[in-house]
């Protein structure tokens, strides 16, 4: 059963970094598109950043140029990237897992991250 633990959330202050995980266990790590999702308070989880077992990636516009996504294979760790965050990037963030061929999604239990001065 494959499971996803997010790290590396917590407060910052506008302008600043973090850099959130999600290890990865229980299936072929490479066989999965990894995603990475963002809930606000009040609103919708929307995906922000995936990645393919083929190597193709994106981020959402939102956060294109400050948001990087990537993976380790080795490691089994998927990699969000955040710098020059804004208030409004605030939101618990949620990793993704689905195997290619299958619809099943498996979600991480997710992780806070607050951008404030």
């Known amino acids: 059963q494959v499971q996803l633990v997010e790290s590396g959330g917590g407060s910052v202050q506008p302008g600043g970094s973090l850099r959130l995980s999600c290890a990865f266990s229980g299936d072929i790590f490479s066989a999965y598109v990894m995603r990475w999702y963002r809930q606000a308070p009040g609103k919708e989880r929307t995906s922000i950043a995936y990645?393919?077992?083929?190597?193709?990636?994106n981020v959402a516009t939102s956060v294109k140029g400050r948001f990087t996504i990537s993976r380790d294979n080795a490691k089994d760790i998927v990699y969000l990237q955040m710098n020059n965050l804004k208030p409004e990037d605030t939101a618990v963030y949620y990793c993704?897992?689905?195997?290619?061929?299958?619809?099943?999604?498996?979600w991480g239990q997710g992780i806070q991250v607050t951008v404030s001065s």
């Open positions: 990645f393919t077992p083929g190597g193709t990636s």
């Open positions: 993704s897992a689905r195997r290619t061929e299958s619809n099943d999604v498996t």
